[in-house]
């Protein structure tokens, strides 16, 4: 079985300009969840995403949106890129949508990663 | 809140001597935490789960973990390092509809 694809796996911008990221989560996967990963730093939660609705947000403005198709795969987002949106973009998908219960496991695909110039 | 902390961002140690990597959580419940390891190139990986069972968590790759409720700790331990174990780790504490990562700590594995 094919793992979480994410597309582009690599992607030059400029500020002011608009991104869109794509992730397919594993076969059977309904919940698609996104993450930046700032260099040095941990990744942050960004946007969950199950059954095609938005099930939790992270502290992110307003200029990162998501969305979810019917094949469960998932899109994000970002208008008005800023020098600081430059990061690893990561997505996840699981089986549902708790993220504390040890039997959904979240399975990463390996990013995209956003430059920003 | 939830929080979790890492204490080192780098840690080196020889290959064939025991990894400690450690972690500290803050909760105001039982919290779930995990341990995650990141390659370079690669996606994140899920190492072991602590979920309120067994205390001692035993993962993938001869990792393990022990929760410690008093210390608020969940240090990851190896008893032999190997070169392959060089990554990034990541200490996670799970709110129900959130996910917090530490900010990692970078293994080095010296020859």
């Known amino acids: 079985d094919a793992g979480v694809t994410q597309s582009p796996t690599h992607l030059i911008k400029t500020r002011g300009q608009h991104v869109t990221l794509r992730c397919s989560p594993i076969?059977?996967?309904?919940?698609v969840s996104w993450y930046q990963q700032v260099l040095g730093q941990g990744p942050q939660f960004i946007f969950q995403?199950?059954?095609?609705?938005?099930?939790g947000r992270g502290n992110f403005p307003d200029r990162f949106s998501a969305r979810q198709f019917p094949n469960y795969s998932s899109e994000l987002n970002v208008n008005a890129l800023l020098l600081g949106d430059s990061a690893l973009y990561l997505c996840?998908?699981?089986?549902?949508?708790?993220?504390?219960?040890?039997?959904?496991?979240?399975?990463f695909g390996a990013g995209s990663r956003l430059t920003v110039l | 809140a939830q929080s979790v902390t890492q204490l080192d961002s780098h840690v080196s140690v020889s290959e064939g001597t025991p990894v400690l990597l450690r972690c500290n959580y803050s909760?105001?419940?039982?919290?779930?935490l995990f341990w995650y390891v990141q390659h370079p190139n690669k996606g994140l990986q899920l190492l072991l789960k602590?979920?309120?069972?067994?205390?001692l968590v035993k993962g993938i790759n001869g990792f393990e973990a022990e929760f410690k409720k008093s210390e608020t700790s969940f240090h990851l331990t190896k008893p032999s390092a190997h070169m392959s174990d060089a990554a990034e780790y990541f200490c996670?504490?799970?709110?129900?509809?959130?996910?917090?990562f530490g900010k990692g700590t970078r293994l080095h594995i010296l020859p």
């Open positions: 995403y199950y059954e095609k609705e938005e099930r």
């Open positions: 602590y979920t309120s069972a067994a205390t």
């Open positions: 996840a998908s699981s089986l549902w949508t708790a993220f504390n219960s040890g039997a959904n496991v979240l399975t």
């Open positions: 996670v504490v799970t709110p129900y509809d959130k996910i917090i």
């Open positions: 909760s105001s419940y039982s919290p779930s």
């Open positions: 076969s059977g996967h309904k919940s």
